[in-house]
């Protein structure tokens, strides 16, 4: 019986060749179907009704999610210089870059629950609602989720673990962070810019 002989190969790649990069990838493609799926139930809905929003739901205000979505977008960059910061083994990179992604991710989230708390309908109000509700409750799943991820990143290379794993874990983060950011542009036109434009009252 022939094997094959990995014994000259590296315990850990901090690159896009690493199994982990590409099982990651892998998760984000199956998260971006689900709500493209999602998007699409939309407006599917959207298309078969008449009025939009339905009566008694506000217009989406639209100052505070785009100023969610700028603070997302800028901490974006700092995801991508920690990852590069983890391939030179830059600890002070890692750092300052992990610390300014997760300022940047704070404002968005702070944003956005402002935003959510002045919503005039819960999540059974209406089918609108529904959707608004689930986009935004499945997003900040995600997005919360990698914000933990990213902290717990942050304070084991302050308190000197900056081996090959932890280098490894911010190298994959930036990958969610990418798909987290991403995938928030089409939601937030859907939900918040979707009925200005498509909407009839």
């Not at 199956?30 to 407006?43: K, Q, V, W």
């Not at 989230?109 to 609108?128: K, M, P, T």
């Amino acid at each position: 019986m022939n094997t094959l002989d990995v014994s000259d190969l590296p315990p850990y790649d901090i690159s896009n060749q690493a199994p982990l990069w590409w099982g990651q990838l892998c998760i984000d493609i199956i998260e971006g179907t689900m709500f493209s799926i999602l998007i699409a139930a939309y407006l599917y809905v959207r298309l078969r009704v008449d009025v939009w929003p339905p009566p008694g739901d506000q217009y989406p205000h639209l100052l505070l999610p785009t100023l969610s979505l700028i603070a997302l977008i800028i901490s974006v960059p700092f995801s991508y210089f920690a990852s590069e910061a983890a391939k030179r083994n830059d600890r002070a990179g890692m750092i300052r870059n992990l610390a300014l992604n997760l300022v940047f991710a704070t404002i968005c989230f702070i944003l956005r629950i402002f935003e959510w708390h002045s919503l005039n309908f819960n999540w059974q109000a209406d089918a609108q609602a529904s959707y608004v509700w689930a986009f935004l409750g499945l997003h900040s799943f995600d997005f919360i989720a990698d914000a933990v991820f990213t902290l717990v990143l942050l304070v084991l290379v302050l308190i000197g673990r900056s081996g090959e794993k932890q280098r490894q874990g911010v190298h994959v983060d930036s990958v969610v962070w990418y798909f987290i950011a991403a995938i928030w542009i089409p939601i937030y036109i859907v939900i918040y810019w979707g009925p200005h434009i498509f909407g009839s009252q």
